[in-house]
């Protein structure tokens, strides 16, 4: 058989013939002629075949427990959202979802309503609350709601060395009316790192890297399909320049500054029924 062309993309395709998974030998094939597809359009050569090559070895050398270099690069380029809207559809009424990101850490620590997670993080002091609801507008009581963000100077607690312990990361549970409240500081927009191959394919692209401000939830119930979304600051000006695309306008709301300087944001979480 003369291999070149089609015929070599065929061949590929029907060595998974014998995948006893239906699913593995779909999402394979169509890996294949998708991914030889795109070689015939840009007409790849061999130097940036191997040039790509290095920097997936790279992507992977980088990643860590803590740094997780090929989610970033799945949001910079868009799948990861993309992902998020396949599996994720619209309900009407719940609250909608967004991108997970690198950060987040199995394990984080268990507080109280109305508790510090900041841990001595820098920034301004920020009360966030809302409740957990369903989409008939009724509370979920003992919901888990897990929560990570960003300090002042934009760095998550695992970016940073030499730390007591967590800073703006934990998760409660909901009370018996599904109110939620805990202390963090005020968010910031802040650079996504780019000291590694995202940084290189973000500054050939001539895109940029910045985040806007916002707050990580994870909300879990049982009965009720798992929400992972952020809360947005209102008037951050990287909203519509967000270097992941996890922007959307149902999640911006505002933040407000008290006379004595610090901040709040109320913000409802609504979850879908399984059986919606």
């Keep these: 058989m003369d291999l070149q062309g089609e015929d070599l993309t065929d061949a590929v395709v029907a060595s998974f013939d014998g995948s006893l998974e239906p699913r593995t030998k779909e999402v394979l094939s169509a890996l294949v002629r998708h991914l030889h597809a795109f070689a015939r359009e840009v007409h790849l050569t061999e130097d940036e075949y191997f040039l790509a090559i290095d920097f997936l070895t790279r992507t992977g050398q980088i990643s860590t427990g803590t740094r997780q270099e090929f989610v970033l690069l799945a949001d910079v380029l868009g799948l990861s959202m993309l992902t998020v809207g396949l599996g994720n559809p619209k309900t009407s009424g719940a609250t909608e979802s967004t991108v997970f990101g690198p950060f987040f850490v199995e394990g984080s620590p268990e507080v109280k309503n109305g508790d510090d997670l900041a841990n001595g993080a820098p920034g301004v002091p920020c009360l966030v609350s809302g409740r957990v609801l369903n989409t008939h507008g009724e509370p979920i009581a003992n919901a888990r709601v897990e929560t990570w963000q960003a300090d002042e100077d934009g760095f998550y607690d695992v970016q940073k060395e030499g730390l007591a312990g967590p800073q703006n990361r934990g998760h409660l549970t909901t009370d018996a009316d599904g109110n939620y409240s805990f202390w963090a500081v005020k968010p910031v927009a802040y650079p996504i790192p780019v000291d590694g191959p995202v940084g290189e394919l973000l500054r050939a692209g001539g895109r940029g890297w910045m985040r806007p401000a916002h707050i990580h939830f994870m909300v879990t119930a049982p009965g009720y ?46 979850l879908a029924e399984e059986s919606q």
Excluded: C, W
Aim: proline content about 4%; aromatic content about 14%.
């Design 225 to 270: 399909h798992r929400l992972i979304t952020h809360v947005f600051e209102n008037g951050d000006p990287y909203l519509n320049q967000d270097a992941v695309f996890g922007v959307k306008d149902s999640l911006v709301t505002d933040f407000t500054q008290h006379p004595d300087g610090h901040y709040s944001v109320t913000y409802d979480l609504v």
